[in-house]
């Protein structure tokens, strides 16, 4: 009898698991659709190269801030940053050059597979999403994420404010920027359910 109850047991915590994990998933689609990330791969892991990275960083940030501002939408920024690849490419190339670096960058519109990612005002759930990738040299080192439209590298008010008015509904806000951990468990659940389907 405790055999069997166990194993009823087991079985809704599993049923439980996978409806929470549905929903997630759904969810972070829901999120994915709304943003552009940017995703700066380092040359390498030195301390120069770690440090040329975020200075990239800075001056890519800008220069999207001013060619999205008046955007309405992700598709309309998304267009734009696309259009925009070569001068942003420039940009990146100017920050080597101009700190003593002899290679160069490549700047591409992907989509890409990004963990759980906590940052200082909000997190992301682990899935796919439309980035603008740098690489920087090899593309061997660490790599920065951060949300390039709407531009949410910013305080939490301020993101939450960005994040609002690009679309996103009170639960994504909530679910986004809570530290609450029913919603750290769906993230987990998320990137576990995400690293099974990329094996198949």
Avoid at 18 to 36: F, H, M, P, R, Y
Avoid at 121 to 130: D, H, I, Q
Avoid at 168 to 173: A, I, N, P, Q, V
Wanted: one cysteine or more; hydrophobic letters at 40%; proline letters at 2%.
């Amino acid at each position: 009898m405790k055999k069997y109850i166990l194993e009823i047991s087991l079985a809704l915590g599993l049923c439980a698991s996978l409806v929470a994990g549905a929903l997630a998933l759904e969810t972070q689609q829901a999120i994915s659709c709304k943003l552009i990330r940017l995703h700066i791969i380092a040359n390498s892991d030195s301390a120069e190269d770690q440090t040329l990275k975020l200075l990239v960083r800075d001056e890519v940030l800008k220069r999207v801030e001013k060619l999205t501002e008046g955007c309405k939408t992700t598709d309309e920024a998304e267009k734009i940053i696309s259009e925009k690849l070569d001068v942003l490419q420039k940009c990146a190339d100017a920050v080597i050059l101009k700190n003593g670096f002899e290679y160069s960058s490549r700047a591409e519109i992907s989509d890409v597979y990004f963990p759980t990612k906590v940052y200082d005002s909000f997190s992301l759930p682990a899935g796919k999403y439309r980035a603008l990738r740098i690489h920087l040299g090899k593309g061997l080192g660490k790599n920065w994420w951060c949300v390039l439209f709407p531009p949410a590298c910013v305080s939490a008010a301020e993101a939450k404010t960005e994040l609002s008015k690009n679309g996103f509904t009170e639960k994504e806000l909530l679910l986004v920027t809570s530290d609450a951990p029913q919603y750290q468990f769906k993230f987990k659940l998320l990137e576990i359910i995400e690293g099974v389907a990329e094996k198949f």
